[in-house]
């Protein structure tokens, strides 16, 4: 079984869907397919999300009608037979209607998220109808079906695969699957999703459960680059990364990948695709357990970042003193993205802000504690790193008139990170572009 996941710009025209639906049965080779939302869809339906709990009434109605034309025109260009284009029109409706009731109802977290979900389950409809008109036989899985997180929110990866099994095995000798992306149930059984980004976990969650022979990503890109390209003019596509590479890049912010999607295919040891649907022949990126070859490879950054200095004299010749500090963010459930220390304060990055208030008060029990915002972590990933000639040197050469804030080094051989303030970003990915990769 292969696994091939086509992003909003893969489906978000209706002769990309054709495209796709060319790929996905080119080589007759049994596919589970999955699919995005079509691309601006997710952001509309957040959007519309937002007014309701800000009760603008008439700025959701706005946004859903605008949606509404969209879909309606995209349904006029895809669907050229009658039978395919009426049920279109007819689900597509239905989708709506209930966009529109939502309007009528106060948002509660789980409406949110039932909102957020038409998204792909419009977009997977549509794609099946198309396959429908155009003769090729396939099974509309629905993803609310198996893709399920745990009490903790967490994709549960053993229950996937058993529920998956038993839907597969329901559609005998059939080769050809259709699912959709970033949305499955939680442990209450509520429609949920996997976070922005997230049909890439689903891909890779599907593959681990299946045993697939290889997951794709097919995006609107070549690959993995060197280097971020909405931020840097010149930047390459890296021929190969190895699952633990490419897993700090996703998680220090390359948008290609969701941050956590690499681990279930790393567990199964199944290689993650890189592909662009626009260039199908170019030859993207390959992520698999080999690394390929040594040194720097790319650099990825992450906004949005808020800095906490801790400071006390007590931790002067202390033991526990850190373990009482990491205790306030685990109450708080807030993942610690870097760390340093010198012989009288810690400083930690975290990448949200919802506890940082309690966080502050628990922690000025015990020190003094000062909060910087708008930081960037910026992540220079690769193989080895630390044995590779005079890295930090070239580094520190290439971005010297950069205010770095935070410099962590040493905590895997394939990350040197770094704190900045969020406006020099795009200065420092341009020197380091400039300084490390020569371009
Ligand atoms: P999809 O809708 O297919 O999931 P995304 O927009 O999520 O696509 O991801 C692809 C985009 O990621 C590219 O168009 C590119 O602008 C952006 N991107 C950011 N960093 C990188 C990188 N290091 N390599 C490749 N693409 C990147
Ligand atoms: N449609 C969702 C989003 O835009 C999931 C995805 O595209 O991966 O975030
Ligand atoms: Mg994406």
Redesign the pocket.
């Known amino acids: 079984m292969r696994v091939m996941k086509f992003?909003?710009t893969s489906v978000g025209k209706p002769e990309r869907m054709h495209q796709v639906s060319q790929l996905i049965t080119r080589e007759g080779v049994p596919t589970i397919v999955v699919l995005?939302?079509l691309?601006g869809?997710?952001?509309a339906l957040v959007e519309i999300s937002n007014c309701l709990a800000t009760q603008n009434k008439k700025g959701a109605t706005e946004k859903i009608d605008q949606l509404e034309k969209h879909y309606a025109q995209f349904i006029n260009d895809l669907l050229k037979k009658e039978a395919p284009k009426n049920k279109g029109e007819e689900l597509i409706k239905e989708h709506f209607e209930f966009l529109r009731i939502t309007q009528r109802i106060s948002l509660s977290d789980a409406l949110n998220k039932d909102i957020?979900a038409q998204?792909?389950l419009m977009s997977t409809k549509l794609f099946s109808l198309y396959l429908e008109q155009e003769n090729i036989e396939h099974v509309l899985i629905p993803a609310l079906d198996f893709m399920c997180l745990d009490a903790n929110d967490e994709p549960d990866l053993s229950l996937i695969a058993e529920k998956i099994k038993g839907v597969l095995a329901a559609h005998g000798t059939k080769k050809l699957f259709i699912t959709q992306?970033?949305i499955c149930r939680n442990a209450k059984g509520e429609v949920d999703?996997?976070?922005?980004?997230?049909?890439?976990?689903?891909a890779s969650l599907v593959a681990a459960a299946v045993k697939a022979s290889v997951c794709e990503i097919w995006t609107d890109i070549d690959g993995m680059h060197n280097n971020d390209p909405r931020v840097v003019d010149k930047t390459v596509a890296i021929e190969q990364l190895s699952f633990d590479e490419a897993a700090e890049l996703a998680y220090f912010g390359a948008k290609i990948l969701?941050p956590t999607c690499i681990w279930p295919a790393q567990q199964e040891n199944i290689p993650v695709r890189l592909l662009n649907t626009m260039q199908p022949e170019a030859a993207g990126t390959v992520i698999k357990k080999e690394a390929g070859s040594t040194g720097v490879k790319a650099v990825a950054a992450k906004d949005q970042i808020t800095a906490v200095k801790i400071k006390s004299t007590r931790m002067l010749l202390a033991y526990g003193f850190l373990r009482k500090i990491f205790e306030v963010f685990e109450k708080y459930k807030t993942p610690i993205d870097m760390i340093t220390t010198s012989e009288v304060a810690v400083s930690v990055t975290i990448d949200t802000d919802i506890h940082l208030s309690e966080i502050i008060a628990e922690l000025n029990n015990i020190a003094s504690v000062e909060v910087e915002k708008d930081q960037t972590i910026v992540s220079i990933v690769g193989n080895e790193i630390a044995k590779t000639d005079a890295v930090l040197n070239k580094l520190f050469a290439a971005i010297n008139e950069i205010p770095v804030t935070m410099v962590s080094y040493g905590g895997s051989p394939h990350n040197i990170s770094l704190l900045i303030p969020s406006s020099f970003k795009t200065k420092t990915l341009q020197l380091i572009n400039k300084g490390l990769f020569h371009l």
């Open positions: 992003g909003g995005s939302a691309s869809t997710t952001n957020l998204g792909e992306g970033y999703n996997l976070k922005r980004g997230g049909s890439d976990y689903t969701h």
